[in-house]
């Protein structure tokens, strides 16, 4: 059938609009989405007919492990109603089945050339065209180029000597045949526990006389639960269609899905168990990936769930010793795409079913009868192997893709992929990948990532021809700026910690990259459509109608700092600067209730000292000790909230954070406020309580020796100007100063107060409330208030200074410790990249913040270090 098919929309010499590389999902709905358009479209592909992933992979127990509620197309509400699922997960005949219903409904197949594989495809810059070369031999020119080829859609060959000696019947789970293979009464292998091991091993094992499973890693899999959609699970969608789909556009993974605040490790076992427990009894992938905010960002929240699975595993394998090795204990749960099975740990419990594990027992070789290891002969009549894919780029690069200048994207992506959106890439004009790597893809409801990709592609086809231009293609600053974003996504996840395919480590030779956009279906969308509404952002476009280049960068923050501002920006809460100082400290005290403790430390003491104004009481203050053998260094440290808001509680996960960190003893300070206490007195209370604190060493249980000062905006002015204050006035000495995002100067015109004015937390109305609220005008330019002016900044202590970009006060950040340099002193200065004022503050919110927390850790441990040098 599929031969007729291919003569009859064979298309030698043809020149079309679009020429689409494969005829799954993605390639159906491109071709139905695209000739809307009123596009010449052809697809190419190289099975016999449509399906993709659906049509290769027929072996027993292939389903979907996304329910079939949500994997499914949306575009079409009639479609929508016109096909019923008949399960949970559905059967991969089902989904083929969905496949062929979806190409006949829109009588696709008259465009699609079947048992057609494109083998090259070379950009030809004089006539604007690509040139496409196929197995047929067939060429074909078009104007873009679309691969849907597919993320999984290469299966990865064996690596195991002695592969092709075998003289039993040998499969592939990804390549089976299509009549279907009866083992009955046969000694079968099945090598590989990924999904597709874990899926058709029960089924094999029913049937086979004998099954032996060849394990490397261990998988987490949950059971299924199959059967009929549940009604709880059906009524949202029934209920509101639209509104469901919808919902799943506008979630982290493509399935309507409430995220969780509960963080794993702040939480009580009671707690842990009931969450892990619902969410096992769904069986489904995102909510046991999701039980905790953090799972997948801390190992210790990560191991309450994964510890949990292995407690379900050996409750349900009888022998201990294959129950252990059954048992995932080599990376993180998530970081590797967990399984959903039916029956699979029951099947180590058959008399017939033996696990080899292959870590401790390597395959020495396959032989003509069977399989080698060290110690023993193995018979079989046949092997599976179930070994997966060469995820991501296989089927991409798999293509001899040429573009401008001659340049292949296999020699662009040799050290891994680089693209804009994961849609295109630069130097290839008019070409377009569907889910591709540094989109969602593999992470996500993958209908819901095909679809966002469709329809974005097709609407950028649309504005090109709207403008009257004819070529499109990523600027090389954009792209490489969507990669730093999308690593800075993955970065701060467990994901990079894995052996896994996301990363390329399962097939020897490929880059290790992590692949896919962590970042979220939900975020992802916001940024293309961002892409498009500021005017094709970071496109360079052009034909007849001219040149188009609007270059630019469409993320820039730091991904956890960007949601905690969509957070905000979602609950829309009043200013600090809207309300008078009490109001503003009772609100900033409701904030920090709601945030997590951060890390214990060994201890921590609430105590008073005196401050600079006998008068007015002494100052409170609290000291965090580390949990490690003392006496420690110590630091005195301020807290920020512009001289008006905070107290020695208001940083304390911060405190926490530094003082586990850097070792050291800290002893944050709540010096007084404006505008009860007004300039100076914030200033000369850091003098005195630095004075106290250098006196009291040996109360404290700190080491001897000079202190350090430490201080976060505000707080950071006033370490700023107590280093000053007291070399100017025979002060004790100071080991270092280290200044996180420092108030320096009263000048409010620098460009960072223009650039960063509003959306960053600390706006350019609330520093000039904050000011307003500590110091008269004629007092500012002080440098007890501006300690960028003071006379001399020579002979003060080493510096450490940190800045960041979206921040009002990063100039004068940036300009105090050039000024520091230039007066001779030693600094260091951390330009923290897409962070805001607050946002390093933000212990076990904000993760991107931790490497610069580390290396401020690190200044204050290196002052402490230079002193013992020097000494
Ligand atoms: C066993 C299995 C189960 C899965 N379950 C789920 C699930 O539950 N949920 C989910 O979201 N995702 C799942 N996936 C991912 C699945 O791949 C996608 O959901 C989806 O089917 C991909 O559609 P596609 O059209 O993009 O790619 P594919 O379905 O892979 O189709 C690509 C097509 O391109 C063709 N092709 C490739 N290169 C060429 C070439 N050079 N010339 C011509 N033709 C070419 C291939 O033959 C193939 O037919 C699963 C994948 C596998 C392997």
Redesign the pocket.
């Known amino acids: 059938m599929a031969d007729s098919r291919a003569a009859e929309g064979g298309a030698q010499g043809a020149e079309v609009d679009v020429v689409v ?9 491109l071709l139905h989405k695209l000739r809307g358009l009123g596009l010449r479209v052809r697809v ?4 016999d007919d ?8 027929r ?1 027993p127990g ?5 329910p079939t509620t949500d ?1 499914t197309f949306s575009f079409d509400p009639d479609l929508e109603t016109a096909w019923t699922w008949s399960e949970k ?1 559905a059967t ?1 005949p089902e ?1 083929l089945r969905y496949a062929q219903f979806v190409a006949e409904r829109y009588d696709l197949r008259r465009d699609i050339d079947f048992n ?4 090259a495809a070379h950009w030809d810059a004089a006539a604007n065209q690509w040139r496409i070369r ?2 047929t031999d067939a060429s074909l020119s078009a104007r873009f180029c679309i ?8 299966p990865k060959a064996p690596e195991i000597t002695g592969a092709s000696r075998f003289q039993g019947d040998v499969y592939f ?2 390549r089976w045949p299509h009549q279907g293979v009866d083992f009955t009464g046969q000694r079968v292998a099945v090598i590989g526990t990924g ?2 091991g874990i ?1 058709s091993i029960p089924l094999i094992a029913e049937q086979a006389a004998q099954l032996t499973v060849f394990q490397r890693t261990p998988n987490y899999s949950i059971p299924a639960g199959n059967g009929p959609v549940a009604p709880a699970r059906r009524a949202p969608l029934e209920a509101d269609r639209a509104g469901y789909r919808q919902a799943a556009k506008l979630s982290r993974a ?1 399935v309507p899905n409430e995220p969780t605040q509960i963080y794993g490790r702040y939480s009580q076992p009671a707690l842990q168990a009931e969450r892990f427990e619902a969410a096992w009894q769904t069986g489904e992938l995102i909510p046991i990936l999701g039980v905790f905010a953090d799972q997948i960002l801390f190992p210790d929240s990560n191991a309450i769930v994964a510890g949990k699975v292995r407690e379900k595993i050996r409750a349900v394998v009888q022998d201990p010793e294959t129950a252990e090795l059954l048992c995932p204990k080599d990376h993180h749960i998530g970081t590797k795409r967990p399984c959903l099975d039916t029956g699979y740990y029951q099947t180590f419990n058959r008399p017939n079913v033996r696990l080899v594990d292959l870590r401790t027992r390597p395959i020495a070789s396959i032989t003509e009868t069977g399989i080698d290891l060290a110690d023993e002969t193995m018979a079989f009549d046949a092997i599976v192997y179930a070994t997966g ?1 060469d995820a991501m780029t296989g ?2 690069v ?2 001899d893709i040429t573009g401008r200048d001659g340049i292949t994207l296999k020699q662009k992506w040799a050290a891994g992929p680089i693209t804009y959106l994961g849609l295109m890439s630069a130097g290839f004009p008019n070409f377009f990948t ?2 591709g790597p540094g989109s969602p893809s ?1 992470l ?7 679809e966002q990709h469709v329809d974005w592609v097709s609407d950028c086809l649309v504005r090109l021809r709207a403008d009257g231009l004819t070529t499109i293609e990523p600027t090389p600053a954009a792209e490489a700026a969507w990669m730093v974003h999308s690593n800075d996504c993955a970065a701060i996840t467990l994901f990079p910690s894995a052996d896994s395919w996301y990363m390329g480590a399962n097939v020897p030779g490929k880059p290790r990259v992590f692949l896919p956009y962590v970042g979220g279906v939900d975020a992802y969308r916001r940024a293309c459509d961002d892409v498009a509404v500021r005017g094709d952002l970071g496109l360079h476009r052009s034909g007849p109608a001219g040149e188009r280049c609007n270059d630019g960068v469409v993320r820039q923050l730091q991904p956890d700092v960007g949601m905690v501002l969509d957070m905000l920006a979602a609950m829309n809460l009043p200013t600090f600067n809207s309300m008078s100082a009490e109001a503003a400290r009772a609100f900033m005290d409701q904030l920090s209730a709601a945030r997590p403790p951060g890390p214990a430390v060994g201890e921590t003491l609430d105590g008073t000292l005196p401050g600079a104004s006998p008068g007015s009481g002494p100052l409170n203050y609290r000291l965090y000790r580390p949990a490690t053998p003392g006496p420690h260094p110590v630091v005195v440290y301020f807290h920020g909230g512009g001289w008006v808001l905070g107290s020695h509680d208001s940083d304390d996960p911060l405190c926490r954070d530094l003082c586990r960190r850097s070792g050291c003893l800290i002893v944050s300070v709540d010096y007084r406020h404006a505008p009860e206490a007004r300039f100076p007195a914030a200033a000369d209370d850091g003098s005195a309580a630095v004075r106290w604190v250098s006196a009291h060493l040996a109360d404290l249980g700190g080491a001897p020796g000079p202190v350090a000062v430490a201080g976060w905006s505000a707080g950071a002015n006033v370490a700023a100007v107590t280093c000053q204050q007291l070399r100017d006035n025979g002060g004790p000495a100071i080991a270092g100063q280290l200044l996180l995002t420092p108030v320096t100067d009263c000048d409010m015109a620098t460009p960072s107060y223009q650039d960063n004015a509003e959306g960053y937390v600390l706006t350019a109305p609330l520093m000039q409330w904050f000011w307003d609220h500590y110091a008269d005008p004629a007092d500012r330019a002080h440098p007890k208030a501006s300690p960028l002016r003071a006379a001399s900044l020579a002979n003060l202590p080493p510096a450490c200074i940190v800045t960041c970009q979206f921040d009002p006060l990063r100039d004068e950040g940036v300009a105090y410790a050039k000024a520091l340099a230039a007066a001779g002193n030693r600094v260091q200065h951390i330009p923290a990249r897409g962070h805001t004022h607050t946002s390093l503050t933000m212990v076990d919110v904000v993760v991107s913040g931790e490497p610069v927390r580390a290396e401020m850790a690190a200044a204050l441990h290196g002052f402490f270090q230079r002193v013992a040098v020097a000494a």
């Open positions: 590389v494969g005829a799954g999902f993605s390639g159906l709905y190419l592909e190289a099975a449509v399906g993709g992933t659906w049509y290769w992979n072996y292939a389903r979907c492990d996304i994997y997960y991969q989904i057609t594989r494109v083998e196929t197995s691969m849907a080829s597919g993320c999984l859609s290469v789970t990804s999904s597709s899926q493509g894919f089927a991409i798999a293509v569907i889910t593999v996500s409801n993958m209908m819901v990532s095909i």
